[in-house]
């Protein structure tokens, strides 16, 4: 890693930040500060989309062919395959995840570049033919880079969601600016690093370590940058697209959700269906401790099934074991800050208050750092902040339905979008409630995986635009149509003036 202090990446330079400021990075498991990072303000970051105007106006990236630049991107994927224990490690004691879960998180880092970098270089280089209805007219739809992109990613998953924007991003010939949380920066400028060292023309990449309120901010706003991708919270987000309306940039947003998980009682008629619906629901809301945008938070189990599936998802709940992510057998990590405890905490009280029932959890366990047990809350209802807002936290809701159209209606009962899952042995029930969930990932019979070839993104408050895929690809594109005459000749429809010359 580039050293302490100097984690700002400018047009080629490591440096610090221009006013001095540095912010301490704190490890979640004991609360101690274990790294030093530049705190980048205002002019730093103008400074780094200069870098990055000037790379994309007059560098060399966005006019590099589209093997060269695959074939960077395949280096990257090497490089990240050498570095998977060195990074997987810093994941984990950044984000309080556990180790194998950072090894994870590096696998499909390494798989998006791989991904992107198969897609455009397997594309048609000539672009999209349209038929015009003359042999006259030569008629074509092109891709092309969009510009400088400003990439704003998320603490809970710093290296993943910053390659979902990077590899798409370079893969397209765009240059780009990312900051990443101010929680958890460090796997981002180590990756900014392996781009370097794979050769990545200088300008092409910078990063700017700063709070969102500033840097953020100013990126969102900034009149040279002509595509803005942030992946967070609503209410952040929201003020990013405020922000970059006055500009009229390119906007994506992913805003996170409140992710139903919905078990029918012919799931788990057998005595393996019944420990696998239990098993990934647990894995849906407390893999990361919960800080997951698709988090299954929401059971909605059938009432027959419910008190059997709770008691038995309650007494497994109460066995995962916590501690640093780096230690044996250790199952689920801290939460990542003071606030995000102290935010999971008031979540709680406030369930409690409105008549939820605790099944599991709902404390903090000895000792130091930033633990929270996995917690169970039966007996909820939508009218809850608990169950209509995004916790990021150990908290699993519970809530009961009787038919089939009441599941549809509280799975799709949020102002969020983002995925959500049914659980059936009935093939054609699993195709009609999969059908009807207004989620941008629905998965049957499963929870939590994703396909770098599959589009990620959801509908109503969850976001704008798509990463991943294809659709992925094209955020980073502006598409132009290219029309030739190859037979020019006078229209003549103004022909008054042409006329009297004539006579």
């Known amino acids: 890693m580039t050293a302490a202090q100097q984690t700002i990446h400018v047009g080629g330079e490591w440096r610090a930040a221009l006013s001095g400021a540095t912010r301490e990075i704190i490890d979640p498991a004991d609360a101690t500060a274990f790294a030093l990072v530049a705190e980048g303000g205002v002019q730093d970051t103008d400074d780094a989309v200069a870098a990055a105007r000037a790379a994309f106006d007059a560098g060399s990236w966005p006019r590099t062919p589209v093997a060269e630049r695959a074939a960077l991107l395949r280096r990257v994927a090497d490089l990240l395959k050498r570095d998977r224990e060195l990074i997987g490690s810093l994941e984990s004691q950044?984000?309080?995840?556990?180790?194998?879960?950072?090894?994870?998180?590096?696998?499909?880092?390494?798989?998006?570049?791989?991904?992107?970098?198969?897609?455009?270089?397997?594309?048609?280089?000539?672009?999209?033919?349209?038929?015009?209805?003359?042999?006259?007219?030569?008629?074509?739809?092109?891709?092309e880079p969009v510009g400088v992109c400003a990439l704003i990613t998320p603490w809970n998953y710093p290296l993943l969601q910053a390659s979902w924007k990077i590899a798409p991003a370079l893969a397209a010939g765009n240059t780009f600016v990312i900051k990443p949380s101010e929680i958890t920066p460090l796997s981002t400028v180590v990756l900014v690093e392996l781009l370097l060292e794979a050769g990545l023309p200088l300008g092409a990449a910078n990063v700017v370590t700063g709070p969102g309120d500033t840097v953020g901010a100013r990126l969102a706003e900034h009149p040279d940058v002509d595509l803005v991708s942030f992946t967070g919270g609503l209410v952040s987000?929201?003020?990013?697209?405020?922000?970059?309306?006055?500009?009229?940039?390119?906007?994506?947003?992913?805003?996170?959700?409140?992710?139903?998980?919905?078990?029918?009682a012919d799931a788990c008629a057998t005595p393996e269906g019944f420990d696998t619906a239990v098993d990934q629901a647990l894995n849906a809301a407390f893999i990361h401790s919960g800080q997951v945008c698709s988090a299954g938070s929401r059971l909605i189990v059938e009432a027959s099934l419910r008190e059997r599936f709770v008691a038995e998802l309650s007494r497994r709940a109460a066995h995962i074991r916590l501690g640093r992510g780096t230690d044996e057998g250790?199952?689920?990590?801290?939460?990542?800050?003071?606030?995000?405890?102290?935010?999971?905490?008031?979540?709680?009280?406030?369930?409690?208050?409105?008549?939820?029932?605790?099944?599991?959890?709902?404390?903090?366990?000895?000792?130091?750092?930033?633990?929270?047990?996995?917690?169970?809350?039966?007996?909820?209802?939508?009218?809850?902040?608990?169950?209509?807002?995004?916790v990021f936290g150990p908290v699993l809701t519970v809530e009961t339905f009787e038919t089939e159209d009441e599941a549809v209606a509280l799975a799709n009962d949020t102002e969020f979008g983002l995925a959500g899952a049914v659980w059936t042995a009935d093939e054609d029930r699993a195709q009609r409630v999969a059908a009807r969930l207004r989620h941008g990932t629905v998965w049957i019979?499963?929870?939590?995986?994703?396909?770098?070839?599959?589009?990620?993104?959801?509908?109503?408050?969850?976001?704008?635009?798509?990463?991943?895929?294809?659709?992925?690809?094209?955020?980073?594109?502006?598409?132009?149509?290219?029309?030739?005459?190859?037979?020019?000749?006078?229209?003549?429809?103004?022909?008054?003036e042409t006329q009297k010359d004539q006579a």
């Open 237 to 264: 987000g929201t003020k990013v697209a405020r922000a970059a309306a006055d500009s009229v940039k390119k906007v994506a947003l992913e805003l996170g959700g409140k992710n139903p998980n919905v078990v029918f």
């Open 330 to 390: 250790v199952e689920c990590g801290p939460l990542v800050s003071a606030a995000q405890l102290a935010r999971t905490e008031e979540y709680v009280a406030s369930a409690l208050g409105e008549g939820a029932v605790l099944r599991a959890g709902g404390e903090r366990p000895a000792g130091a750092g930033y633990f929270y047990r996995p917690t169970v809350l039966d007996r909820c209802h939508r009218r809850m902040r608990v169950v209509r807002e995004e």
């Open 94 to 143: 950044d984000a309080g995840k556990t180790l194998e879960e950072g090894r994870v998180d590096v696998d499909c880092v390494r798989d998006a570049f791989l991904y992107f970098a198969d897609l455009v270089a397997n594309e048609d280089g000539g672009g999209r033919v349209v038929d015009a209805g003359s042999d006259e007219i030569r008629s074509v739809v092109v891709h």
């Open 445 to 496: 019979n499963d929870f939590h995986p994703y396909l770098p070839q599959a589009e990620w993104g959801g509908f109503g408050k969850s976001g704008i635009g798509r990463e991943l895929g294809p659709s992925g690809l094209a955020e980073y594109r502006e598409t132009k149509h290219i029309y030739r005459n190859l037979a020019p000749r006078p229209v003549r429809w103004f022909a008054g």
